[in-house]
């Protein structure tokens, strides 16, 4: 199995606070997903890393930010928490070679109230 | 835009058939499928790239429409393993290999 690792596993927050989601890997993987699951729309990539301090946005960005200061982790914070971005949160991660796979971390279930 | 996956369910039973679609509408490099079991991580199936190219699963065939933009997902002689979740992830290439996945597909195989 890919070394992914994604921390806390479970959160509960209160509306208004920041949080921040932690992914760490140990395959030295160039590329780092963030994607949010939520019934009826899959998997939505919010932001994503294609090497160490180089991000961008992805189609959910919205009241999220990322960081990447090394390449073993990539870091996903919400600035304040809303009701609306209760969800469970999966990193991934890719070496980015033409016919490889992306590798899914066990996922976050944070809860907003 | 996310691609759009058709059906969004699909009951079965064990040894039947059964297409999952994959539609998007921006120029595709690759496909990704990945099937994901209730309370667990997506795991890869297959990638099929542009130009015919593929790899993945032995049990599992896929197609890549590359001017239409599509992709099929063909499951025969269904498995109670089959079921779970199905999405389908697009890359568009290039140097940040940004992979955007669909809106899932939803298959329950019975006895």
């Known amino acids: 199995d890919a070394g992914i690792t994604q921390s806390p596993r479970h959160k509960v927050t209160e509306t208004g606070t920041p949080v921040t989601l932690r992914c760490h890997q140990t395959?030295?993987?160039?590329?780092m997903y963030w994607y949010r699951q939520d019934p009826g729309h899959g998997l939505r990539l919010i932001h994503y890393?294609?090497?160490?301090?180089?991000?961008d946005k992805g189609e959910v960005s919205d009241g999220y930010s990322v960081s990447r200061s090394k390449t073993e982790d990539f870091l996903l914070t919400l600035e304040s928490a809303t009701s609306s971005q209760t969800s469970v949160y999966f990193c991934?991660?890719?070496?980015?070679?033409?016919?490889?796979?992306?590798?899914f971390g066990q996922g976050t279930r944070l809860t907003v109230v | 835009q996310q691609p759009v996956q058709s059906p969004q369910a699909v009951i079965l039973r064990e040894g039947e058939d059964a297409v999952i679609n994959c539609s998007s509408s921006?120029?595709?490099?690759?496909v990704h499928w990945y099937r994901q079991k209730h309370g667990e991580a997506p795991v890869f199936l297959m990638i099929?790239?542009?130009?015919?190219e593929q790899k993945g699963h032995d049990k599992i065939s896929a197609s890549f429409n590359e001017k239409k933009q599509q992709s099929s997902l063909y499951l025969t002689a269904s498995q109670l393993s089959y079921s779970g979740t199905y999405f389908c992830g697009t890359g568009m290439g290039g140097a940040t290999n940004k992979l955007i996945f669909g809106t899932g597909t939803l298959l329950a195989v019975q006895p």
């Open positions: 921006k120029a595709l490099y690759s």
């Open positions: 395959e030295n993987h160039r590329y």
């Open positions: 099929l790239l542009k130009g015919g």
């Open positions: 991934a991660i890719s070496d980015g070679l033409l016919n490889t796979e992306a590798f």
């Open positions: 890393s294609y090497g160490v301090k180089d991000t």
